[in-house]
T-cell receptor, first 111, second 112 residues
């Protein structure tokens, strides 16, 4: 089975902290995604990576950056966390033109 | 740009009744279309997908969806709801760049 693993299920961080969310997939997928999920807004794409060191902005990239140094790992970085970044963050991976597989999510609270 | 509209943020049905969750999409190229389900405190799980070929697609747990190009729709149905179907359902569209865009979701409640 495909496995997408997010490093933490729950995180609490302080305003202004630099936050790293890590995601690892074990199926050699080319594509990896970071989404943010908020009630009533569904899943909004933050960043998308289609290859190592390649990235593309999604619909809401402001306040976030990403890193993909290895094919299996895709990191989401909050440079200076703010309270409006409190949310559920979902990582996913997919192979070309196939469905995406999701991790369990990280619920981030910024206080 | 591609987009997805899910009509109805909440749908309630009785156990045994028909489930119909609506999804309309916008895409400049022939799309790939997906339905995902999310149970509480879990990630998303694929229910079914349309890529090419037969427009009526069958998925897991008795769900199916029909791709209607003329209506730009991909509605999800199940003939008889079960209590275990209560969850949030997301429709998604992908163009050929593999970027996957989701709708806002529909929460399904099933009453006994």
């Amino acid at each position: 089975d495909v496995k997408v693993t997010q490093s933490s299920r729950y995180l609490v961080k302080r305003t202004g902290e630099k936050v790293f969310l890590e995601c690892v997939q074990d199926m050699d997928h080319e594509n990896m995604f970071w989404y943010r999920q908020d009630p009533g807004l569904g899943l909004r794409l933050i960043y998308f990576s289609y290859d190592v060191k390649m990235k593309e902005k999604g619909d809401i990239p402001e306040g976030y950056s990403v890193s993909r140094e290895k094919k299996e790992r895709f990191s989401l970085i909050l440079e200076s966390a703010s309270t409006n970044q409190t949310s559920m963050y979902l990582c996913a991976s997919s192979s070309t033109m196939r469905e995406a597989f999701f991790g369990q999510g990280t619920r981030l609270t910024v206080v | 740009a591609q987009s997805v509209t899910q009509l109805g943020s909440h749908v309630s049905v009785s156990e045994g009744a028909l489930v119909l969750l609506r999804c309309n999409y916008s895409s400049s190229v022939p799309p790939y279309l997906f339905w995902y389900v999310q149970y509480p405190n879990q990630g998303l799980q694929l229910l079914l997908k349309y890529t090419t070929g037969a427009t009526l697609v069958k998925g897991i747990n008795g769900f199916e969806a029909e791709f209607k190009k003329s209506e730009t729709s991909f509605h999800l149905t199940k003939p008889s709801a079960h209590m275990s179907d209560a969850a949030e359902y997301f429709c998604a569209v992908s163009d050929r760049t593999d970027k996957l865009i989701f709708g806002t979701g529909t929460r399904l409640q099933v009453f006994p």
